[in-house]
């Protein structure tokens, strides 16, 4: 096993020193692998009971390789190399941060952006199979994902059916309408984990594997790291990192995922929903930032903040105050959070398993497609930037007035978080104004994907603490797409996510500042040009 080390201080150090031994003494790590649905408390059992088969996922998991890696080679015997993952969430999330951290293609179409669904559509289709990931299939981004691909497939004479695969719990809608169909193959997942958890399960095998990874070693891997978690003992990695991410006292309820030379490509991302959605419910959970070893958070030395660097595993010493590092393989460390996000739930009071607050933004979203409402009436106009906010906007005439009134309604213990509903691939240069407000605001800052961080930081921002404001960025595309048998394009779906989510924060009480751009090239230039220049400013100040 890639060995694994971990490292403390501060707060976090002082947090294990009061925990371990209650978490040892109740058995804590041997009862999470017995699948003890009691551990976090009564009103978390029923869910608990069917959401705890992650714990032994690598051997449940392991039939599935041969018959994976059999498909893997007669796609490519038919000259099928291009591999599509359609999913949202943990289907996504954790293919993506295994695909890339082993250097192999994959392409996630996890938006419903219809520049960047019609970039996917256009990339090498006679050489593309598409991967549909969906527990039940009724995530209305996946459906339309798959609905477009197949009418693509068969207007290009291709036989659609050969091309796609589909990965969902047994007996689910999707599960028997896709063997009704005669798609290429129907692999069935465990029902008993979340998709947050569902890294070591179909979810996360079956587009990997046939992208090309290598999934027989790593879920070896993932067996050998379950040795050392299953452990009652004060050594135990995964207790200990639990204790950092929900024990501190006071809680530092901002977590910094920092990659400082761990060679995991991303891995932040798909921490970032497993802890989000587990711990952001009941006005209580930590808030992961998705940041660089050098991001003004990891520096600030904020009281709220604690950072934790991903480390080779050489380098778990050094630590400024109040950091963690850890250091591993990527199946062990998904692991390794996995049990650890466990152990935090149970130290913070709630059931890390359910996700109450992410149906919000889902019905608000439904309404609007059904209403089909005007949009409300821009605030002003600056250059391709139309602006919309409430009462706190004042006497704001200018975009860069409008974002200053924003980050004046932030709190000494707030959060910004930045939410673009663009085509991440073509814009991905944009996350760069993250460190830019985290600088000219001096508090933490999260840059989500819209609509994927609906399935992520999404439960946190209206379950969690009421303490975030919000930057939401939408776009006019130069392009739509129609879904087949759907009474809406992909431009008005992901119109009215954006509007549907923005109003269930403005209903929850927190201060949305939305900016439109009415030409997205444009429109990002001077967005980023606004953000650097306050930046700068701030700077200027503090110097």
Known sequence: MNAISYGATGAAQQAIAQHIETLVQNKVATRIFAKDHTLWGPDAEAESAIRLGWVDAPTVSQPLVEEILELHDALRAEGVTNIVLCGMGGSSLAPEVITRTAGVELTVLDSTDPEQVGAALADRLKETAIVVSSKSGSTVETDSQRRVFEKAFKDAGIDAASRIIIVTDPDSPLDKASREAGYRAVFNADPNVGGRFSALTAFGLVPCGLAGVDIQAFIDE?????????????????????????????????????????????????????????TGKLGKGVLPVVAGPDSPEARQGADDVLVVRLVDENAATGLRENE???????????????????????????????????????????????????PAAAAFTDGAIEVRGGEWLGSASSASEAIQALLGQLGCDGYLSVQAYLNRISHAPLEGIRDELAAASGRPVTFGWGPRFLHSTGQFHKGGPAIGTFLQITATASRDIEIPERPFTFGELITAQASGDALVLEDHGRPVLRLHLTDRATGVTQLRDIITSLSKTTASATN
Do not use: C, H, Y
């Open 324 to 374: 963690v590092a850890i250091a591993g393989g990527l199946a062990t460390q998904m692991f390794v959070w996995e049990f650890a996000t466990a152990v935090a739930g149970r130290l913070l009071g709630i059931n890390p398993f359910d996700q109450p607050d992410v149906e919000a933004a889902k019905t608000a979203a439904r309404s609007l497609l059904d209403a089909r409402p005007e």
């Open 222 to 278: 993932a067996e050998e790291a379950a040795e050392i978690l299953k452990t009652d003992s004060a050594d135990n990695i995964g207790l200990t990192l639990g204790i950092a991410l929900g024990g501190t006292n006071p809680l530092r309820n901002k977590i910094i995922i920092a990659e400082d030379g761990s060679g995991i490509v991303g891995f932040a991302d798909w921490a970032e929903q497993l802890i989000a959605e587990s």
